[in-house]
């Protein structure tokens, strides 16, 4: 519980067992977080079995990427406040705490991976985020930003992010994505249905495993194609 709400974390699961058991114990401890939803978007690799030896609830997704697992997690939440946030150990339990103090005046916070600082850079191996990738995700960002008269944003594609209950009521109908470019669309609702939003610098550390989309350049780089285009398909709808 965070100030009298309840706190649900999400996280979307494809073959992460070498991880997966870590991160369900260091959120599940953190003293905020009262739930916790393992959505396995069909994995092979034994993924299901660790998280089952764990306290978090298993939710099976059959249709597959990304934003199909967020989405359905989302739906599974009882919390007041849900936070998703990827299993892969890049990100700490601990960055929780910023979240939550930013959701006393906000609807929606949002993490951003592109402050050179949290970035960790003198580890073994490194974070996968060098310059290019910090850019790339700076630039959609600011697309983002700028067709949607948004509040400063410079990553668009960090997982770690707090929304309300109330709030999230309010745009889940909207969502339409089942795949990795999902979290422009996230952000973009957010905007169109005008809700208070934040973003604050989160720590990013090196992965456990092999990431599915920016460990390929080449992925990576059709992936920033397919969100800068979905976002001006979406400036030119009829807004909501």
Not at 92 to 100: G, H, N, P, T, V
Not at 168 to 176: A, G, L, V
Request: aromatic residues 10%; contains cysteine.
């Amino acid at each position: 519980m965070y100030l009298g709400k309840k706190v649900s974390i999400v996280f979307p699961v494809y073959n992460e067992k070498e991880n997966i058991k870590n991160a369900c114990e260091e959120f599940i401890h953190h003293p905020a977080v009262d739930e916790l939803i393992a959505v396995d978007n069909n994995s092979k690799d034994g993924t299901a079995e660790e998280i089952q030896r764990t306290s978090a609830k298993y939710v099976l997704e059959t249709r597959q990427g990304y934003g199909a697992a967020l989405q359905r997690g989302m739906g599974e939440t009882t919390g007041d406040l849900i936070i998703t946030v990827e299993p892969d150990g890049t990100f700490r339990a601990e960055d929780l705490d910023k979240l939550l103090v930013y959701s006393r005046d906000y609807e929606v916070v949002i993490g951003t991976r592109t402050s050179r600082n949290p970035v960790w850079s003198g580890g073994n191996p490194l974070a996968n985020m060098d310059f290019a990738l910090r850019m790339g995700n700076w630039a959609v960002a600011k697309f983002l930003e700028y067709l949607f008269n948004g509040p400063s944003f410079t990553d668009v594609g960090c997982t770690y992010k707090l929304i309300h209950r109330h709030a999230y009521e309010k745009i889940k109908h909207s969502f339409t994505v089942a795949g990795s470019h999902f979290s422009p669309e996230y952000m973009l609702r957010v905007l169109q249905y005008k809700l208070s939003v934040v973003e604050v610098p989160v720590n990013y550390g090196a992965r456990i495993g092999t990431s599915k989309i920016t460990g390929d350049r080449m992925k990576a780089v059709q992936l920033g194609f397919k969100m800068i285009f979905f976002i001006l398909g979406e400036r030119l709808k009829k807004q909501p």
